[in-house]
C-alpha cells in the first residue's frame, strides 16, 4: 500500500508541472496586453513609457521562462503574487473567496447524495415499473438542461413568479444558497440516479445475490449491506469528480447568482486580464483535480481486492 500511494505521488509531480505551463503558455499567447488592458479600462490616455514601466515592475517584459520559473518558484514558496488590477496580495484574495465556494460544494454535495442515492436505488429495484419510468424520465430532463438555463428557470418560479427566494445573492445567506444549490445539484442528481441504478442493476443480476435469496435473506438486508457495498466504487468515482468541479468553482452558476466564490472571481479575472489571479485559480484547479481523484484511487485500492492486487502486481 505504502509502494502504491508513493507512485501516484510521484506521478503528480510532472502532471502538476505540465498544467501549469501549458496555462502560462496559453494566457501569454492568447493575445493582449495585462497593462494596457488596465489602463484602457481606467479611461486614462497614458504614454508608452508609463507602459513599459509598469511592465517592466510586473515583470512582464522578461523572457516567457524566466516569468514561468520566477511565478513557479513563488507559488511552491507560498507567494502568488499580487494582482494587476486590485493590487491586493493574491493568496489573501483568493483565500476570501474560498470559504463561499466550499459552502456550496457542501450543500451541493449532500443535497445530491440525499436526492441520488434513495432514487436511484429505487429506480433499480422496481425496474421497467412505472416508479422508475418516471425516475427514469426526469433523470433524463435534468441530464439535459445545461446549467445556465436550469438556473434561469429556477429564477423565473421561485424568485420573479413566487418571490420566495432571492434572484442574486443578498445578506440573508440561506435563502441566497437554495437556488444555486439546486442549479447545481438538478444536474449532478440526474447523472447520480442513473449510474447508481446502473451499478446497482449490475450487482442484483449477480449469483451471490441470487444465493441470498434463495436463503431467505431480504431484500432491503441485500441492498443494505451487500449491494451498496460492491456499487461503493461507482459512488466514489462519481463523488470524486464531482467535488473537484465544485471546488475548483462552478464558475456559470456564481456568475449568474453573484456568488461570491473561486468561480466568479475566475470570471473577473479573466475578463481583466488578471494573470496572477488566472494562474493562481488554474493552480488551484489543477491541485484540487488531482489531490480528490488520488483520494478516490486510494479508497477504490483499499475497497477492491481486484484492484489492490493489479496495482500490487
Not at 505551463?21 to 497593462?35: I, P, Q, T, W, Y
Not at 496580495?89 to 483565500?95: A, G, H, P, R
Not at 447545481?184 to 443480476?205: D, F, G, H, N, T
Not at 464558475?251 to 493562481?280: C, H, L, N, S
Amino acid at each position: 500500500m505504502g509502494k502504491y500511494i508513493l507512485k501516484r505521488l510521484l506521478w503528480l509531480i510532472p502532471v502538476l508541472i505540465g498544467i501549469t505551463f501549458l496555462s502560462f503558455a496559453m494566457m501569454r499567447l492568447a493575445g493582449g496586453d495585462a497593462v494596457t488592458y488596465m489602463y484602457e479600462n481606467a479611461g486614462s490616455a497614458v504614454s508608452q513609457e508609463v507602459i513599459d514601466a509598469a511592465r517592466k515592475e510586473y515583470g512582464l517584459d522578461q523572457p516567457f521562462l524566466v516569468q514561468y520559473l520566477r511565478w513557479l518558484s513563488g507559488m511552491i514558496t507560498g507567494d502568488m503574487g499580487v494582482s494587476y488590477v486590485s493590487d491586493r496580495d493574491v493568496y489573501d484574495t483568493f483565500l476570501s473567496k474560498l470559504p463561499a465556494t466550499m459552502l456550496l460544494t457542501v450543500s451541493s454535495v449532500v443535497t445530491t447524495i440525499l436526492l441520488s442515492l434513495p432514487l436511484g436505488i429505487l429506480s433499480a429495484v422496481k425496474q421497467n415499473q412505472w416508479v422508475d419510468y418516471i425516475i427514469r424520465f426526469l433523470s433524463f430532463i435534468g441530464n439535459s438542461m445545461p446549467n445556465f438555463f436550469a438556473a434561469m428557470v429556477l429564477m423565473y418560479f421561485f424568485s420573479i413568479q413566487l418571490g420566495w427566494l432571492p434572484v442574486i445573492t443578498t445578506q440573508n445567506l440561506v435563502l441566497s444558497l437554495v437556488l444555486p444549490t439546486l442549479t447545481l445539484v438538478l444536474s449532478m442528481a440526474s447523472k447520480y440516479i442513473r449510474q447508481i441504478r446502473a451499478a446497482v442493476l449490475e450487482e442484483l443480476s449477480k449469483d451471490y445475490v441470487t444465493g441470498a435469496r434463495a436463503r431467505g435473506v431480504r431484500g432491503s438486508v441485500i441492498i443494505c449491506r451487500n449491494v451498496m457495498k460492491a456499487s461503493m466504487l461507482t459512488i466514489i468515482t462519481l463523488l470524486s469528480l464531482s467535488v473537484g468541479s465544485l471546488l475548483g468553482g462552478t464558475t456559470i452558476v456564481e456568475t449568474i447568482f453573484m456568488w461570491d466564490g473561486v468561480g466568479k472571481m475566475a470570471v473577473d479575472a479573466i475578463t481583466m486580464r488578471d494573470y496572477p489571479i488566472i494562474q493562481a485559480y488554474v493552480a488551484w484547479m489543477a491541485v484540487i483535480y488531482v489531490a480528490v481523484n488520488l483520494a478516490a484511487d486510494l479508497l477504490c485500492h483499499c475497497l477492491d481486492p481486484r484492484a489492490r492486487l493489479g496495482g500490487d502486481s
